[in-house]
């Protein structure tokens, strides 16, 4: 079968199946957080942290939340790493280096999961799974439980009450992530994932040799990996890993689960703000976005020539042979798209351009769909800054649900719109003019910058996928990269909320002959031209120094 019709039939397959879930899991979330009943297990959970989940909290309580949560999940995970060679099941591995922890617990507190070791070379069973699994669940939680703060803003007025952190937190975790992981981890293993916590052992190789390899719980904490969009690998070879991810159909499983909340939040979005087709316009603005950057990325990575690539009928280099160029493009799009940085592919291999497609799409702010929670507030930011362009136009003041957007509200969507790009910028900027950093570039030319500057894209994103061919094990990138990653997901969060609370403050807006239709095509196609616009001003000059300009130059 023609390599392009497969990746063709694979697309649509995944498209069907993600329309099919759109529905019933989009109602399903909206009645979760809507639900003024607690199950036993969460009044157990409510009991032991000491939290009343029936008092509602105003945007600074629900952001104190948040932090102060936060802040004691990475204390947490970091101790967890520094003790680990005291620790039951740590398979002989010696505790992790100070720098080394400190970046890996803000990466998996922060949703990022950026990974400067190799997991089957560094991490016992009590640190993967207690640690990194757990935070796999809590951190995509409290994206969501953000992103329904946010959408109650909208719903609600006069009043600055957005719900409560911990009842949103735990409701999020027990009632939607747990049970989708636990069934996912299931199809995994079918599919030939492993699940075990087996110790080392020798494995034979066909040349003769032999090479140590460890088992562990993998197919639960992939589930989990992929469905909250969190992306840290059991193995260093992370989604590429046959134990991780074992065939073509496991593949598709996989974007399918990055894909899924995301998208169907949209449809929460649209349950809880009273109008089903403020969610299809969202929606249809994420879809417009995914679906031409897959088209984008599946062409340059099939058309590159040479004989090389005439002969493998594409840029095959860096990618596996058993997912090919159709199944590894869906994949880098769909998580780069997204805060995932899950790889079954090295996209470092990429073509100029190609690279340059994972790097815009971490640059947009990871939208279409977006990650777990982040992509929905991301994306009704950027529907606020949508509006309010289009107030200018027509002259006069601009509104969005019912909701005027005025000098307070612009003023927080801006700030949040350009924090990702100051930290990237910046950032990039000192590692190119330091001697040390440069040091662990393993190319140079535009494709040694762009390495530095994926780095900082995916950390502040909070992407968590790498160019691989950087060096990213420093004191340096442990240190800088970890200060990324927390001031990437945080100080958005605190625009966010901000903004929420003086949304829902607000009293609601009638309706007029005047009032701009944002449930209609043309809002959603303006949305999408102001995020690529915006995205485009702010990133050319670097995206035209690295990916661009060795695009250009094959």
């Not at 080392?200 to 562990?216: D, K, L, P, T």
């Not at 984008?296 to 090389?308: D, Q």
């Not at 040694?448 to 894209?457: D, K, N, Q, R």
Request: hydrophobic residues 50%; contains cysteine; neutral net charge.
């Amino acid at each position: 079968m023609n390599s392009q019709f497969a990746g063709v039939l694979q697309l649509l397959a995944l498209i069907t199946a993600l329309a099919l879930a759109y529905r019933p899991l989009g109602d399903y979330m909206a009645r979760v957080y809507s639900s003024e009943k607690h199950y036993r297990p969460e009044k157990w959970i409510y009991k032991v942290i000491g939290a009343n989940p029936a008092a509602e909290m105003r945007w600074p309580a629900y952001l104190r939340g948040v932090l102060a949560f936060s802040a004691v999940s990475v204390l947490f995970l970091y101790l967890m790493q520094r003790v680990q060679g005291s620790l039951p099941g740590s398979l002989g591995f010696s505790s992790i280096d100070p720098d080394q922890a400190f970046n890996t617990a803000a990466s998996f507190v922060a949703n990022t999961n950026w990974q400067s070791y190799s997991g089957e070379q560094a991490m016992g069973h009590v640190v993967q799974t207690g640690g990194l699994a757990v935070q796999n669940f809590l951190s995509a939680a409290v994206g969501m439980a953000v992103a329904v703060a946010l959408v109650r803003g909208f719903a609600r007025s006069r009043t600055g009450e957005l719900g409560n952190f911990w009842a949103d937190l735990v409701r999020g975790t027990v009632r939607v992530l747990l049970p989708i992981s636990v069934i996912g981890a299931i199809i995994l293993v079918a599919c030939g994932a492993i699940q075990n916590f087996s110790g080392i052992h020798s494995v034979g190789q066909f040349m003769g040799g032999s090479q140590e390899w460890n088992g562990g719980a993998v197919a639960s904490q992939e589930a989990i990996k992929e469905l909250g969009t969190n992306g840290g690998g059991y193995f260093n070879a992370n989604s590429a890993h046959p134990f991780e991810n074992p065939d073509p159909l496991s593949n598709l499983f996989e974007i399918f689960l990055i894909l899924l909340i995301p998208s169907a939040l949209t449809r929460t979005f649209g349950r809880m703000v009273g109008s089903l087709k403020q969610g299809y316009a969202i929606l249809g603005a994420m879809a417009v976005i995914w679906i031409g950057f897959t088209a984008l990325m599946m062409w340059t990575e099939f058309a590159h020539r040479g004989p090389a690539f005439d002969i493998a009928g594409g840029a095959m280099e860096g990618k596996e042979t058993r997912f090919g160029i159709a199944g590894s493009s869906v994949f880098a799009v769909a998580t780069t798209l997204t805060s995932t940085g899950a790889v079954n592919s090295f996209h470092s291999s990429y073509t100029g351009f190609g690279g340059g497609i994972t790097m815009l799409g971490m640059q947009l702010g990871e939208i279409a769909p977006g990650g777990v929670g982040s992509g929905l507030y991301g994306m009704l930011i950027m529907a606020v800054i949508a509006v309010f362009i289009a107030g200018l136009m027509v002259g006069r003041t601009p509104e969005y649900l019912g909701k005027k957007i005025g000098t307070r509200q612009i003023k927080l969507a801006a700030c949040y719109i350009l924090i990702t790009p100051a930290l990237v910028l910046g950032f990039t900027a000192v590692a190119m003019a330091l001697p040390t950093p440069a040091d662990s570039m393993t190319n140079t030319g535009p494709h040694g910058f762009s390495e530095i500057l994926y780095a900082y894209t995916s950390g502040a994103n909070n992407n968590g996928s790498a160019f691989a061919g950087l060096n990213a094990d420093t004191q340096w990138f442990n240190t800088t990269i970890g200060i990324a990653i927390l001031l990437g997901r945080f100080l958005p969060m605190v625009f966010v909320l901000a903004l929420a609370g003086s949304l829902a403050e607000q009293r609601p807006v009638p309706e007029t002959a005047g009032t701009l239709r944002t449930d209609k095509p043309l809002y959603a196609g303006l949305l999408v031209g102001t995020i690529l616009i915006i995205t485009g001003l702010t990133y050319f000059p670097a995206l035209a120094l690295g990916p661009l300009a060795e695009g250009l130059a094959s």
